[in-house]
């Protein structure tokens, strides 16, 4: 007779072997989900956080991020047109999503963006050793910093900032040092990368050092994707010291 252990493990082969698996799951446990995580850390104190979604893609962040946040304030930033067009039209039916057809960086500058035919691989970056996907075309495209457009908007400031720029990570948090300077952001949500996948990309290190210098925590890793049984990318999860005291 089968015990309900060994029924699990069956099941749960049998989920694998579709491509998917089965986790346990706690809404108190943390490591498993950086949303759930975002979630479980502001606790009750934000009810309706104002939130930079940079790098937004499609829009598949935007459905995590309304999902375990429904009365947030999201301002989503694409540099790629065609993924902004369906990123725009993708938040139609949100309520409170901003989008923006604009790229992010350390400052105010023309910088040429990559188009790659995936989307979401498209990078102020040259591919890398690693980086696979044809280049469609290469485009000249302004770009901002977090600070320049809060020094234009007295009416935004987020209290959590998620970045996924392909490689450019590192340039996005110089371009927000003096938003960062103001402790009023308690959470970053950022992919790091492992693996040389854009020509000239920082070392993970440098970007965890910047954000350890600028008083956050180190609170999870998640998503972990791996290219020659090593680990290439992953999403990380940083709070604000002072998040973590109230």
């Known amino acids: 007779h089968l015990t309900r252990n060994s029924l699990f493990l069956t099941f749960k082969n049998y989920v694998r072997s579709c491509g998917f698996d089965l986790v346990r799951y706690s809404s108190k446990e943390m490591g498993i989900d950086p949303y759930s995580d975002m979630r479980l850390l502001l606790d009750k104190r934000s009810h309706q956080p104002t939130i930079f ?25 694409e540099p790629n047109f065609s993924s902004y ?40 970056l040259e591919g890398g050793r690693y980086s696979y996907g044809k280049i469609l075309n290469q485009s000249l495209l302004n770009i901002q910093s977090i600070d320049s457009i809060l020094y234009k908007s007295n009416e935004i400031s987020p209290n959590i900032i998620k970045i996924d720029v392909q ?12 938003l960062l300077q103001s402790k009023s952001v308690d959470l970053i949500h950022i992919e790091l990368t492992y693996s ?13 050092n910047f954000l350890l210098s600028h008083e956050y925590v180190f609170v999870g890793i998640y998503r972990q994707h791996f290219q020659d049984n090593v680990l290439s990318w992953a999403d990380a999860l940083f709070a604000s010291k002072y998040l973590l005291k109230k």
């Not at 893609?57 to 301002?75: A, C, M, R, T, Y």
């Open 196 to 208: 040389e996948m854009y020509v000239n990309q920082p070392s993970f290190l440098e970007i965890i």
């Open 53 to 77: 979604d940079i790098g937004a893609n499609v829009g598949e962040s935007v459905d995590s991020l309304k999902s375990f946040f429904p009365n947030s304030i999201v301002h989503s930033f």
């Open 85 to 124: 067009k369906l990123l725009s039209l993708h938040c139609k039916g949100y309520s409170n999503v901003y989008t923006y057809n604009q790229g992010l960086g350390s400052s105010v500058s023309d910088l040429i963006f990559y188009s790659n035919e995936y989307p979401f691989l498209s990078s102020f």
């Open 167 to 178: 490689g450019f990570e590192l340039e996005v948090l110089r371009g927000s040092s003096r």
